[in-house]
């Protein structure tokens, strides 16, 4: 298995334009997560999928970020206008039972 | 009071020590609990999941104490290799079965 699949792995981008992070869970796992980290703050969850439906979306910053799951293999994390404070390693998270998770190797974002 | 909270470290221990690393949770009804390693610029990866009767891998030890609310890491006989930082994961349960990720203890070990 290839594991959890994320891209871009880095990206640099200008404040104000639109950021597309995108994740391929493993097959048969039906829980994804999106999660930010930072020094400051740690690890961060920012959305849960079940079964491809948001479960809880509470960690989600502002309006500004939004997150979809059209189907079992795919999901993005979309930022827009994107700004300097949302740098920082974005990790998507699968799982089939809560019980371990496994990360992709994350996406580095800079916005300047 | 956060719902993980871990000693941020770090802790410098020299090649063949033993170090032991705390983690407190705030919710009584917390139902399972885990560690996780994160090598620096990677991901964190599944290290071992913490049993009530304690659980052992090799040179790691796992502990939980539900009377005083905290799980422990021991690491028997450090080696370079295991110089990273620590996570301490913790599932509240519940219906959404939530997740909560300690802010990590980096560990440095030195020859």
């Known amino acids: 298995d290839a594991g959890v699949i994320q891209s871009p792995r880095h990206e640099v981008t200008e404040m104000g334009q639109e950021v597309t992070l995108r994740c391929k869970p493993i097959s048969g796992h039906n829980s994804l997560f999106w999660y930010r980290q930072t020094m400051m703050r740690g690890l961060e969850l920012l959305i849960y999928?079940?079964?491809?439906?948001?479960?809880?979306d509470s960690g989600m910053p502002e309006d500004r970020f939004s997150a979809k799951m059209p189907n079992a293999s795919f999901s993005t994390l979309k930022i827009q206008p994107s700004e300097p404070r949302d740098s920082a390693v974005y990790f998507c998270?699968?799982?089939?039972?809560?019980?371990?998770?496994?990360f992709g190797s994350g996406t580095r974002l800079t916005v300047v | 009071r956060k719902e993980v909270e871990q000693d941020p470290g770090p802790f410098n221990v020299p090649e063949g020590a033993t170090v032991a690393f705390n983690c407190t949770y705030s919710?009584?009804?917390?139902?399972?609990f885990f560690w996780y390693r994160q090598d620096c610029r990677k991901e964190p990866k599944l290290l071992m999941s913490v049993y009530s009767s304690g659980n052992e891998d090799g040179r790691f030890t796992a502990q939980l104490n539900r009377a005083s609310q905290y799980i422990s890491l021991l690491i028997r006989d450090s080696k370079l290799s295991d110089s990273a930082t620590y996570l301490c994961v913790v599932n509240s349960g519940g219906g959404y079965q939530k997740v909560t990720f300690g802010t990590g203890t980096k560990l440095q070990v030195i020859p």
């Open positions: 998270a699968s799982t089939p039972n809560r019980h371990g998770y496994t």
């Open positions: 919710n009584s009804a917390s139902q399972s």
């Open positions: 999928f079940n079964n491809n439906v948001p479960i809880d």
